[in-house]
């Protein structure tokens, strides 16, 4: 009898040329894509790079983004910047990108990341990838250096849970609002070097915006890699991206009906509700009505978790009409210059720079405490982001609770945390 596999056992066979693989096994696999970002890429490669013969063995595997420090606010990151784009001129990097906006966000729009292969990147959310069906992972700048200079590296195939969210979406709860539930179940830790597998109707339904930030935000709960099986939907965001021969030549691996999972857990998303992860760990999650009434000073939609088109919809669909509360800062920092482009042409920055918002340029912005809204001593911030670390985007007095777009748009509007069905009804 052959055995059942999981996608991520699959994916790992795939590009490591086993027939079969199983979760605990060591494999060396080939990356078809290698990005590096600003803070954690060429300045911390290219004393070894040029030590181990200064040549990298698939350049056109090689993706650099600047980011975090794009624009840059202070001479360290203006430097950071132009060594980064001198470093990509000098190895001939074709694919290299600056002022576009956050890493994994173009990764998905340029069409790097397809399914059924394997991702790296020297960020920790490069698993946000997972959601268009690949093994996308972060990894670190030594393990970024010998892929650069090999082509590959080792991995252990990592435990699949498997997460199922069935039903349909109440209004008012956003796929933020879903990750969030399992990270509150997990702990930040419960998912530690495990792949994540979604499915169910809740995710069949979903569009890709959406999924984003299912995937993205596994790794707060330590997971390795979080994917969903390509389908229909995924075809779809891939169309206008790749080209009809890079579409025809796409592999679609699935999960297997019996693979072995180390857990499963099945939600019904009509109980799903409003959550809010409070300081100062992502996984500490609580419904929103056990901190409404907190008073906040800076509302902040952004960041690789909570900044892409659908995002900006969901706030301006609270926004419109009302305006941000008096002693609150809304900002708001789009992910992409595409996403940009594009809610400036549907009117939604419009409408959010009427009712008061910030508009900042698209990239990382404040979510790593980088430019753009630092919090100052003792303030309080409600983020779309994915980590509400202390200090992580400020004074280390600062506290920062982690919700969905639409949340964070009710707090805007009152002045303090507010579950967004009140305003919605």
Not at 16 to 41: F, K, Q, R, T, Y
Not at 135 to 160: D, H, K, N, Y
Not at 341 to 367: F, N, P, V
Request: aromatic letters at 6%.
């Amino acid at each position: 009898m052959v055995a059942q596999r999981t996608l991520a056992e699959k994916i790992l066979a795939r590009h490591s040329g086993d027939s079969a693989v199983s979760a605990g096994d060591i494999v060396w696999a080939e990356p078809n894509v290698a990005m590096l970002d600003d803070p954690l890429g060429p300045k911390m490669v290219q004393t070894e790079l040029r030590r181990l013969g200064n040549k990298i063995k698939y350049p056109a595997r090689v993706v650099v983004i600047s980011d975090h420090c794009a624009p840059p606010s202070t001479i360290v990151q203006a430097d950071l910047l132009t060594l980064t784009r001198n470093w990509a001129h000098e190895y001939r990097i074709e694919r290299f990108h600056e002022y576009e906006g956050i890493c994994h966000q173009v990764m998905m729009e340029k069409g790097y990341v397809r399914p059924s292969e394997l991702v790296v990147g020297t960020d920790s959310h490069t698993v946000m990838g997972g959601a268009l069906g690949s093994f996308a992972t972060g990894v670190g700048s030594t393990e970024i250096l010998g892929v650069l200079v090999t082509g590959q590296m080792w991995f252990r195939v990592p435990e699949t849970v498997r997460i199922e969210w069935d039903g349909s979406l109440p209004d008012g709860v956003m796929a933020k609002d879903l990750i969030l539930q399992v990270l509150g179940d997990f702990g930040s830790m419960g998912l530690t070097y495990r792949a994540v597998e979604f499915g169910g109707s809740v995710i069949d339904q979903m569009p890709t915006d959406q999924r984003f930030a299912l995937s993205n935000m596994t790794v707060e709960g330590g997971a390795k890699a979080g994917l969903i099986p390509p389908d229909s939907e995924t075809l779809a965001y891939l169309h206008d991206r790749l080209s009809e021969s890079e579409l025809e030549s796409l592999v679609l691996l699935h999960p297997d009906p019996e693979a072995s999972y180390s857990d499963r857990r099945l939600y019904k998303a009509d109980t799903a509700q409003p959550l809010v992860a409070v300081p100062h760990n992502p996984g500490n999650v609580h419904p929103i009505a056990d901190v409404d009434n907190q008073k906040i000073h800076q509302a902040y939609i952004g960041s690789c978790a909570g900044g892409r088109l659908s995002d900006l919809i969901a706030v301006a669909r609270i926004m419109k009409g009302r305006h941000v509360d008096r002693g609150v800062r809304l900002i708001v920092c789009p992910a992409s210059r595409t996403v940009y482009q594009e809610a400036l042409r549907q009117g939604i920055l419009e409408t959010l720079y009427e009712s008061g918002a910030i508009i900042t340029a698209a990239g990382c912005g404040a979510c790593g405490g980088g430019h753009s809204g630092v919090l100052g001593a003792e303030e309080v911030c409600i983020s779309a982001t994915n980590r509400n670390f202390k200090g992580r985007m400020g004074d280390p007095s600062s506290q920062v609770f982690l919700a969905s777009p639409l949340s964070v748009a009710a707090a805007a509007v009152t002045g303090e945390i507010t579950d967004p069905r009140l305003i919605l009804a």
